[in-house]
C-alpha cells in the first residue's frame, strides 16, 4: 500500500491501462478525453520498465479537473508496484536500482534551491546537482509545472539539459502548453532553449475534455457533506475544531488551546489550537506576512488536517503597478526590462494562500476553511484568476475527503 493520511491507494501489478479500467466499471466517469493520455502513459509505463530503453516523456496540459494528475498518478502508483519508488521520498515503495521521484513543481524547485545553498564552492553547482537526481531517479513525475519566477525559469535549462542527457524521463502535468510556459515572463528569451528541450524529450497532450471531474464528484456527494464544512461557515472556528477533534480522535494527545506559537522552518507561526495532527490556525498567520513554499512543505509534513478560520474575500480592485525584476507574475516585460502588472489589493495574501493549498493537496492534508464568503465568492477581480481557478477545484475536491 502507499499511504496518505487519511487516503491508501492499492498497488497492485497492473498497468496504469488496466487500472483505468478497471476504475471505469468503479466510480469514474467515462471521459473519451482521457483516452489519448491514458494510452501513452501505458505505453510509457511499458518502456519504464525496460532498463536498455531511454523513453522519451509526457507532457498532459489542460484546464483543472480533466484528470491529469489522477491519470499521471495511475502510472506512478503502477511503478510502485514494480518496485521503482523511493522509500525517502513520500508516497514510495523501495527499489533495488533507480527509483521515481513524484513531486509538486513548486516543491521540486524548493528543493533544487536548498540543495543550490547547500553546495557552495562546487564548481558549477546546478549541472552537480542534476547530476546526482539522474544517479537516484530514471523518471521524474511533476504536478502542476508552471513557471512564474524568473529565477526558477533561468535553472530549468540547465538542470533539464542534464537531466535529460542522463537519461532521466519527464511527465509533467500543466494548466499551460508547453510553449505557454513563463509567457510574457521577464527575460523570457532565456527560457526559450528550456521550452525547446520539453518539446524534444516529451509528447505533449492536450486534455481538452468538457468534463470538470472534481466538480462532477462534488456534485455527488454534495447532499451528504457536513455542514461544518459550507460556506459561508454557519459556526464558529472554535466549534468547527471541537468537531474536527471528535470526528477525528488522536491517541495518546490532548487540546491545547493556546495562543503561542509553532516554530516552522526556524521562524515562529502563531496557532490557536492543535490536537496531535490537527492544527487550527488564522488566516493572517498562515497568507499575511513573510512565507513561502518551505513553510507550507514544512506545516503539510506535520499535520494531517488544518482549520483556516477568517479567510477574507480574496482579490478586489485591480490596480496597476511597475516591477523591476523577480517578480512572480505573468505580466508583459517593457523595453526597458520592467513590468507592468495587474494587481489586486488582496493579491500578496492570495498567492500565498494558493501555494498553500497546493501544498497542503499535493500531501493529502485535509484543509477546512472557515469564511463567511461563499467558496465561488473567495476570490474575485484580482490578476490572479487563472491561478485560482485551480485553487477552487482543489478545494472541492479537498472537501470531498471528508
Not at 3 to 11: A, K, R
Not at 134 to 155: N, P, Q
Not at 372 to 386: M, R, T
Request: glycine share 4%; with cysteine.
Amino acid at each position: 500500500m502507499v499511504y496518505y493520511p487519511d487516503q491508501q491507494f492499492t498497488l497492485s501489478t497492473m498497468s496504469p491501462l488496466q487500472v483505468y479500467q478497471q476504475r471505469l466499471q468503479q466510480n469514474i466517469v467515462d471521459d473519451p478525453a482521457q483516452q489519448q493520455a491514458i494510452l501513452a502513459l501505458d505505453v510509457l509505463y511499458q518502456q519504464c520498465l525496460s532498463v536498455s530503453q531511454n523513453s522519451r516523456g509526457l507532457y498532459l496540459w489542460g484546464d483543472v479537473g480533466r484528470g491529469k494528475t489522477f491519470l499521471m498518478d495511475l502510472f506512478y502508483q503502477s511503478l510502485c508496484s514494480q518496485s521503482l519508488c523511493d522509500q525517502n521520498i513520500p508516497n514510495s515503495k523501495p527499489q533495488a536500482d533507480k527509483t521515481v521521484l513524484r513531486l509538486h513543481f513548486h516543491r521540486f524547485m524548493a528543493m533544487i534551491h536548498q540543495q543550490l545553498n547547500q553546495t557552495s564552492g562546487i564548481r558549477d553547482p546546478l549541472t552537480y546537482i542534476a547530476k546526482q537526481i539522474a544517479a537516484k531517479y530514471s523518471v521524474i513525475c511533476f504536478d502542476e509545472f508552471f513557471v512564474a519566477d524568473i529565477g526558477d525559469a533561468i535553472l530549468l535549462g540547465r538542470l533539464f539539459e542534464t537531466l535529460f542527457q542522463s537519461g532521466v524521463t519527464l511527465v509533467a502535468t500543466s494548466n499551460v502548453p508547453i510553449i505557454d510556459l513563463y509567457k510574457n515572463g521577464l527575460q523570457r528569451d532565456r527560457f526559450l532553449p528550456t521550452i525547446d528541450l520539453l518539446l524534444q524529450y516529451t509528447q505533449s497532450i492536450h486534455l481538452d475534455g468538457q468534463i470538470d471531474h472534481r466538480l462532477h464528484s462534488s456534485a455527488a456527494t454534495s447532499t451528504t457533506s457536513a455542514h461544518w464544512l459550507t460556506l459561508p461557515s454557519t459556526i464558529t472556528p472554535q466549534a468547527v475544531f471541537t468537531l474536527l477533534c471528535q470526528r477525528y480522535p488522536q491517541a495518546n494527545a490532548s487540546i491545547a488551546n493556546t495562543s503561542d506559537s509553532i516554530e516552522i522552518c526556524q521562524r515562529a507561526i502563531a496557532i490557536e489550537a492543535q490536537y496531535g495532527q490537527l492544527a487550527w490556525f488564522e488566516f493572517s498567520a498562515l497568507c499575511q506576512g513573510p512565507r513561502s513554499a518551505l513553510d507550507y512543505i514544512e506545516l503539510a509534513g506535520r499535520f494531517s488536517h488544518v482549520l483556516l478560520s477568517n479567510v477574507p474575500r480574496l482579490g478586489g480592485e485591480v490596480r496597476s503597478w511597475i516591477k523591476a525584476r523577480g517578480t512572480e507574475d505573468g505580466a508583459l516585460a517593457t523595453t526597458t526590462g520592467e513590468r507592468q502588472l495587474a494587481y489586486a489589493s488582496e493579491d500578496d495574501p492570495a498567492r500565498r494562500f494558493i501555494s498553500l493549498v497546493d501544498e497542503l493537496y499535493d500531501q493529502k492534508v485535509m484543509l477546512i476553511l472557515n469564511s463567511d464568503c461563499n467558496l465561488e465568492d473567495l476570490y474575485v477581480d484580482g490578476a490572479l484568476q487563472f491561478e485560482f481557478r485551480r485553487t477552487y477545484s482543489r478545494l472541492i475536491e479537498m472537501q470531498q475527503w471528508a
